[in-house]
């Protein structure tokens, strides 16, 4: 068995108290075998963690990550016409090195702000899988189906694609790929393609992850089309089991709160995409005092516009409190939970705590610096102070994905360099 030790830190438990301890794991395993003082002396490698919190690595629990490719091409629309002006005719341009590119700038980003597992709905799943195998992050992948605007014949291919990919990509790079069935949202993809295609993933055992709720625009349409709101019309739809999740959540009222909370299914959370395309506020603090699993997601870069978890958890807790006019909602340890358990629950990973057993996947966040100094709280800290570049290591299934600040699984130049030249040429090909 080959170990690695994390000596010299203090370490965030499941229940949220924090305590001085080596850890010790089995890289081989991708375990934490155990906690303890001294444990350098009994492992072959040893990370540093003097000075610094060791906390479950970031779950992100909503992404479309290529999506970098496109990061500052288009802001400051609200989602519809962001959609359909500026991002649906770029996305039409995007190849599969584009993707590669895309997606490799993202895990660096992840890797580099102690994100250790993502969900992600996106096209060319495939290299989206090979590149997440190959830097070493856990993932759960999907393809994104659209009905909107095709053929009937392209929507069966589409939808057809989306559970073929769920098949192919379960299960690769030792199990930390696992997949989902991913129908876009309950307004871009006809009700007729859900009632015949959500049964079809059930026989493939994978979830459903779609977008819902997002802003009001989608809500009113299904309302009046079918007489309910949209989380009862996903319930008709077979899409609210226990193991599905959907990104925002947005516009829920209470009856729909209610429904989640009996289903079981989880809410991904996304603060800062919401703020900027001005989706509205999510009463995360209602949905959390009904028992409803919320984790967090970054939702892609472009409206973003970075894939930092800590940035989201500060986002959530902030606008969680404007959104119930109280300021003891969303508190510091709720959003904590969210970037860790929250969204390992919601997307169906069993990582998100750290304790004997389970999965390696650690960030390690340099305490000693000035806007993390005094230390009275170091969830408080976590929440509302620490930030990405404070991320000094990254572990997944107990390899070294980050050291000192250094990327071992990706060569950093080269993937920025090649993401540049692919996001110039994808915009010179849609300028066309
Ligand atoms: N196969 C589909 C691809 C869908 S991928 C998922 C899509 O979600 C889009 N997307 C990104 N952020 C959001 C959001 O906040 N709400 C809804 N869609 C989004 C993203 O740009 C991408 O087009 C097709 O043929 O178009
Ligand atoms: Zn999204």
Redesign the pocket.
């Known amino acids: 068995m080959t170990t690695l030790a994390i000596t010299g830190g203090q370490v965030l438990l499941p229940d949220l108290t924090v305590t001085r301890a080596d850890v010790l794991v089995d890289q081989d395993g991708g375990e934490i075998l155990e906690f303890g003082d001294e444990l350098a002396g009994e492992a072959d490698d040893t990370l540093d963690a003097e000075g610094s919190l060791v906390t479950p690595g970031f779950v992100n629990g909503h992404c479309?990550v290529a999506?970098t490719l496109?990061r500052g091409h288009a802001d400051d629309k609200p989602?519809d016409a962001w959609?359909q002006e500026d991002?649906?005719p770029v996305?039409?341009e995007l190849t599969a090195d584009s993707i590669r590119a895309g997606t490799e700038l993202g895990v660096l980003e992840m890797i580099k702000s102690g994100t250790t597992s993502f969900a992600d709905?996106?096209?060319f799943v495939p290299t989206i899988a090979d590149v997440v195998a190959e830097a070493g992050l856990r993932a759960r992948l999907g393809?994104?189906?659209?009905s909107v605007?095709?053929d009937e014949e392209?929507v069966h291919e589409?939808a057809q694609?989306?559970l073929e990919v769920a098949a192919e990509v379960d299960g690769m790079a030792d199990g930390r790929i696992t997949s989902a069935f991913?129908p876009?949202?309950l307004t871009?993809v006809d009700g007729q393609y859900l009632s015949e295609y959500v049964p079809k993933a059930r026989d493939l055992d994978v979830p459903v992850h779609y977008?819902a709720n997002?802003t009001e625009d989608e809500v009113t349409p299904i309302v009046e089309n079918h007489g309910v709101r949209p989380l009862a019309y996903a319930a008709e739809k077979g899409m609210l089991e226990s193991e599905d999740f959907f990104?925002?959540g947005v516009h829920v009222d209470e009856s729909e709160i209610g429904l989640l909370a009996e289903a079981g299914t989880s809410v991904i959370h996304?603060p800062a995409?919401?703020m900027k395309?001005a989706?509205g506020m999510a009463p995360v603090q209602r949905m959390l005092e009904a028992g409803v699993t919320v984790g967090l997601g970054t939702?892609?870069a472009?409206?973003n516009n970075d894939l930092s978890m800590l940035d989201e958890a500060r986002d959530a807790a902030m606008l969680g409190k404007l959104a119930a006019d109280d300021a003891s909602a969303v508190p510091a340890e709720a959003v904590v939970k969210m970037v860790t358990q929250g969204s390992a629950d919601a997307i169906g990973l069993d990582t998100g705590r750290l304790e004997v057993g389970a999965p390696a996947d650690f960030a390690v966040i340099d305490l000693e610096q000035p806007h993390l100094t005094p230390q009275h709280d170091l969830v408080s800290h976590l929440a509302y102070a620490a930030a990405a570049s404070d991320v000094r290591h990254t572990v997944c299934d107990g390899q070294v994905l980050m050291r000192d600040r250094e990327v071992l699984t990706l060569d950093e130049d080269a993937v920025r360099a090649r993401a540049t030249e692919e996001a110039e040429a994808l915009i010179a090909r849609a300028d066309d």
Do not use: P, Q, R
């Open positions: 479309h999506m496109l989602l959609l991002i649906w996305e039409a709905m996106y096209f393809h994104g189906v659209i605007g095709k392209a589409d694609e989306g991913m876009h949202s871009t977008h997002e990104a925002h996304c995409s919401n395309l989706s939702d892609g472009a409206s």
